[in-house]
């Protein structure tokens, strides 16, 4: 686990994670915005990096580079925005918006079985990019040994979503032993 840290400490960079009021990073439009690849990915300035179609216009989606899945996306806000440990309950919108792409691209890529999915956070430190960004994976099923251990259920690095049944009428709930839990949303 040490040295997943200092993976992703050191692919992070100098700064990164440190976050200043509403879980964005200070200066989000200046030097720090103009850093952040998932930024440049939203600007449309990484010509590499194909957007997939998406509903709604503040949120982006695009493979995952390292895919830990057949299907591998990742669902990201245009506006930076901090990890997934600076979520309060203003952004239950937003993250019910980000599974809601995630489930529309496994189907427009014809994947419809959503009980083989696996949708989640990393949990600082061990992300390497310090933008909120949604992991969609399927089959979750077929994930390879690494891909299982990177994307486990509800570990102390990897903070799932479920699908089927999401609730939460007062917000996010992060407990000590860093598992999101939510209470009366429904995101199916």
């Not at 299907?71 to 440990?85: A, T």
């Not at 251990?149 to 509800?154: C, M, Q, V």
Request: aromatic share 10%; net charge neutral.
């Amino acid at each position: 686990c040490q040295s997943i840290s200092k993976c992703c400490e050191a692919a992070a960079g100098a700064g990164a994670g440190q976050l200043g009021a509403e879980g964005k990073e200070p200066g989000s439009g200046g030097p720090e915005g103009q850093q952040c690849v998932f930024c440049r990915i939203a600007r449309r300035e990484e010509p590499g990096t194909a957007l997939l179609p998406c509903q709604y216009e503040d949120l982006v989606c695009f493979r995952d580079i390292r895919p830990g899945a057949p299907h591998h996306y990742l669902v990201v806000p245009v506006e930076h925005m901090g990890n997934c440990k600076t979520l309060k309950s203003e952004h239950i919108p937003i993250v019910k918006r980000m599974m809601e792409v995630g489930k529309s691209v496994l189907q427009r890529n014809n994947f419809n079985d959503l009980n083989d999915i696996r949708m989640g956070f990393h949990w600082p430190p061990f992300c390497s990019i310090s933008h909120l960004h949604l992991h969609v994976l399927a089959p979750a099923s077929q994930l390879g040994f690494l891909s299982r251990l990177i994307y486990r259920i509800n570990s102390y690095w990897f903070i799932t979503v479920s699908v089927m049944h999401v609730n939460f009428p007062s917000g996010f709930q992060l407990q000590a032993e860093n598992v999101m839990s939510f209470q009366h949303f429904n995101c199916v």
